[in-house]
C-alpha cells in the first residue's frame, strides 16, 4: 500500500563543511545549507569512485537523506559508518533520516520534503527486498560503536537520527 509522508526540514540547521552522501536527493541538503552559510561548501558523494576526494577528520556535518538503506548488507553498512567515522571531524555530527523497514517487510512511498523559501520536494521510495534490514532497530545497533546518538525520533515508517562522533582510541 502507498502511503503518503510529509517531512519538514525548513529549520534544519548545517553550519561547517558538509558531506552529502546519497543517490538522486534533488538538491534537498544543498538547498537546506545554503540558506543558513554564505560559504556554500557541500561535498558531494554517491559511490566508491568519489571517495578518494573526501578529506579525513575535515566534515562537521554528514548527511544520509534516505541512502543507508541502499546497502543490503549490514558488514557493508558497518563499513560504511567507519568511513563516515573517519571523514567526520573530532566534534562532528551524523544526521540520518531513512526508511524504517526490517525483515520480511516491503516500504512503498510518496515523500514530501519541505525545505526553507517555502519550497517541497517530491520523492518516492520503492523497496521491495525482503531480505534486507534497513531498520531504526538495526541502524542504532550499528551506530553505538562509533557515535553517541543525540535525537531520535520515528513517524510514519520513517526515522531521524542525529548522532555526534565519539572519541575512540
Known sequence: MNRNIFINMENEIFRGNLLDVGLNNQGIV???YKQFND????????????????????YDNCILLFSFDKLCFNFKKKNFIKDIYKYLNKNGFLHIWDIDKGYSKIFYADIKIAIPGG????????????????????TLKLLKHYFKILDFRNSDGIYYIKAQKKDIV
Request: charged share 40%; net charge positive.
Open 39 to 58: 560559504n556554500v561548501n557541500v561535498e558531494y558523494i554517491s559511490g566508491r569512485d568519489e571517495q578518494k576526494n573526501i578529506r579525513e577528520n575535515y
Open 119 to 138: 519550497r517541497l520536494k517530491k520523492i518516492k521510495i520503492r523497496d521491495f527486498n525482503i531480505l534486507k534490514d534497513s531498520s531504526k532497530e538495526n
Open 30 to 32: 544543498y538547498n537546506i
